[in-house]
Structures are given as structure tokens and as C-alpha cells.
T-cell receptor
Framework: DQQVKQNSPSLSVQEGRISILNCDYT??????FLWYKKYPAEGPTFLIS?????DKNEDGRFTVFLNKSAKHLSLHIVPSQPGDSAVYFC?????????????FGQGTRLTINP | GAGVSQTPSNKVTEKGKYVELRCDPI?????LYWYRQSLGQGPEFLIY????????DSGLPNDRFFAVRPEGSVSTLKIQRTERGDSAVYLC????????????????????FGQGTRLTVV
């Protein structure tokens, strides 16, 4: 039972354009959502997060949107740069004793073409 | 170092052998997590430590897997009688713990990951 789904295994975008990565979840108990970026042979790196009490969070070129009624979130990157090429993981969390237990999607490989 | 450190970075072992994977968390992070990532999948939760104790070990696949954190810092993931299906990248992460009340995470509680240990069972 995949509680967090990223239905697009890959995405190719031209440099300078907007990249939109999507994520769906099924568990309404999730209260915090995060995006991680992963380069080969490295661990996931935290990118941006959003609490379930908000519908948008912006940090520089990165914006995360949350639609609770649709159980859907998306990551927008604009403008896209070649260094953004990586695998992006959506994750949802439930607080346990003050810490976050993460449930990850399968990942989307983003390729930015010059 | 400033980040989460995992050793070894690669481990090849024969089926049936015992392995230990080590994680050094970020100094001051009381929460420590182990995840496992199989090819083409996202990381899957294994176990979470709060200090020295395992607060949640619901993700451990079976009793061949065990993890310890005796002094509340370094953690070791132990796998007995390894099987080929155990081959994966094992990721460790650490984070601060939210001390205030409330149901939504406060800032600076996100998890920081190490580079992982790639385990291959042949």
C-alpha cells in the first residue's frame, strides 16, 4: 500500500522554464510534507517543506503547493537550472515523540536540458 | 565533520554472513533514523531512536535486523544471516527533536541524511 505516490518516474525540462513535480498521498493523518533532492551516491538533501495548515511555501526558486482536499502537493522550480538535475523525493511525515517519521514516494528523475 | 557520516560506504558480503553498518549523527541531534532504499524506490523507514532507546522499530522487516544506539550518539544497524534480498542502500538520518507542544513540526526539525551504505549480498 503506497501511501505517498509520485506517478512520474522522470521529467525533462528546458533550462529557464518551470519544472513541476507532483505527489499524491492517501493518509489524511500526515501533517507535514517535505521535498528532498538526491544526487547519485549521495544521501537525500532537504529542499523545502510545508505544514498541513498552509497551502503554499516559497523559498527562492522553489515553491511547494499543498491541496489537502485533493491530497496532492507539487514542487515548482522556476527558473530551472542544469544543477537542478537530480532525483526528487516527496515525503510525508507524522510526528512521533517530537520527531518526524517519513514516508517517501518513489522519486521523480528531473533532467534540465541546456 | 558537520554532517551525518556512515561507514562503510560500500559493503559486499556473502549470503548468510553477519554485517554491521555504522552511523555518526550530527552533534546535538537526539533523533536518529534508519531507512532502506531499494533500486527504483524511495527510502523506507526501518527504525527511529530518541536518545538511546528505540522509539519506533515498526519498519524492521524481521528479527534478523537489529539496531543499537548505546550512548545516544553513534548507532549500529546489525543484520544477521544476510539474504540477497537485503541488498540495498541503507540510509541514516538525524534531526533535532521538537520540544514544544503542538501537532505541527517547528522549524529546524527536518532530517539530515548521510550518504548511505550500499550493501550487496552475493
Amino acid at each position: 500500500d503506497q501511501q505517498v505516490k509520485q506517478n512520474s518516474p522522470s521529467l525533462s525540462v528546458q533550462e529557464g522554464r518551470i519544472s513541476i513535480l507532483n505527489c499524491d498521498y492517501t493518509n489524511s493523518m500526515f501533517d507535514y510534507f517535505l521535498w528532498y533532492k538526491k544526487y547519485p551516491a549521495e544521501g537525500p538533501t532537504f529542499l523545502i517543506s510545508i505544514s498541513s495548515i498552509k497551502d503554499k511555501n516559497e523559498d527562492g526558486r522553489f515553491t511547494v503547493f499543498l491541496n489537502k482536499s485533493a491530497k496532492h502537493l507539487s514542487l515548482h522550480i522556476v527558473p530551472s537550472q542544469p544543477g537542478d538535475s537530480a532525483v526528487y523525493f516527496c515525503a510525508a511525515s507524522v510526528l512521533i515523540q517530537g520527531a518526524q517519521k517519513l514516508v517517501f514516494g518513489q522519486g521523480t528523475r528531473l533532467t534540465i536540458n541546456p | 565533520g558537520a554532517g551525518v557520516s556512515q561507514t562503510p560506504s560500500n559493503k559486499v558480503t556473502e549470503k548468510g554472513k553477519y554485517v554491521e553498518l555504522r552511523c555518526d549523527p550530527i552533534s546535538g541531534h537526539t533523533a536518529l533514523y534508519w531507512y532502506r532504499q531499494s533500486l527504483g524506490q524511495g527510502p523506507e523507514f526501518l527504525i527511529y531512536f530518541q536518545g538511546t532507546g528505540a522509539a519506533d522499530d515498526s519498519g524492521l522487516p524481521n528479527d534478523r535486523f537489529f539496531a543499537v544506539r548505546p550512548e545516544g550518539s553513534v548507532s549500529t544497524l546489525k543484520i544477521q544471516r544476510t539474504e540477497r534480498g537485503d541488498s540495498a542502500v541503507y540510509l541514516c538520518a538525524s534531526s533535532r527533536v521538537q520540544l514544544t507542544g503542538g501537532s505541527h513540526p517547528s522549524e529546524n526539525t527536518e532530517a539530515f541524511f548521510g550518504q548511505g551504505t550500499r550493501l550487496t549480498v552475493v
